[in-house]
């Protein structure tokens, strides 16, 4: 595959993507980044812009692609394999049984959270063993907006997930270098260049409360068309005395 953005793609892609890696200091030179592939358009995507931007920072670091089976049946990774290919790297695949856990086990009647927690650990072992120091992952502007009003209509708290995220258990730093692009600038980049998708085989897909949100975020953007912008300006510049403020010290009683 020919590495090769248009303008518009330059300055809606690249563009961001490197000015938050570069803003948060997110890749040093001689990091091993494992890269966690879905066979989704997001994950696919991040790989394909990391191996672009491999080729102009001033500084060298490796690119690790890592692909979980999760156990589901007819799932076959072998378009996805061929990508990674045509992009220089090498595939590296970890069979797991999470399918089963979940469903046949567990018998999750919500399952998504047990999911992400066992994808999570065995991802982060994994690119341990692989000398990785480094996980990438692909979530995006709509994801971060997602994922805050998750937290404000079902955790009954204010917050988002971080551009950078170390984890001291076991030594390994976690990047979201495309938390500045929009989710339909990745649409229609995956459609412009033929990246293939996987699809996703999950019989809880499509059927969460992410879900949910995402129609919310739609909806308001219907109305707000510069949510996601302005969401992105305000996340970036959280004021603490904006909020109301409890002194635990104090016995209110």
């Known amino acids: 595959m020919i590495l090769k953005l248009s303008n518009s793609e330059n300055k809606r892609l690249l563009k961001p993507f490197r000015k938050t890696i570069l803003e948060y200091n997110m890749i040093e030179d001689g990091d091993r980044v494992a890269v966690g592939l879905s066979g989704g358009k997001d994950s696919s995507t991040l790989l394909y812009l990391l191996t672009l931007l491999q080729r102009q920072l001033p500084f060298h670091f490796e690119i690790v692609p890592i692909s979980l ?15 990674v290919v045509s992009l220089g790297h090498q595939l590296y695949i970890k069979e797991t049984n999470i399918s089963q856990v979940v469903f046949d086990i567990r018998q999750e009647k919500n ?36 994922t805050f009003f998750m937290n404000l209509l079902f955790g009954g708290k204010l917050g988002v997930f971080k551009p950078v995220s170390y984890m001291d258990r076991l030594d390994i730093t976690l ?15 995956v459609k412009a260049k033929q990246i293939p998708i996987i699809h996703n085989p999950c019989p809880a897909d499509k059927h969460t409360k992410r879900e949910e949100m995402k129609e919310l975020v739609h909806a308001l ?31 209110c009683n």
């Open 69 to 83: 089976t999760l156990g589901f049946k007819g799932m076959d990774l072998s378009p996805l394999q061929k990508y």
């Open 111 to 146: 399952p998504c959270s047990l999911c992400a927690n066992l994808r999570r650990g065995i991802l982060y072992d994994y690119a341990k063993e692989l000398n990785c120091n480094k996980i990438a992952y692909g979530h995006h502007l709509d994801d971060g907006i997602e």
């Open 221 to 251: 953007s219907e109305k707000y068309p510069n949510i996601r912008q302005n969401f992105l300006h305000a996340v970036t510049n959280v004021r603490e005395e904006d909020f109301w403020r409890v002194d635990k010290r104090l016995n």
């Open 175 to 189: 990047i979201r270098p495309m938390l500045a692009i929009e989710e339909k600038n990745i649409i229609q980049f």
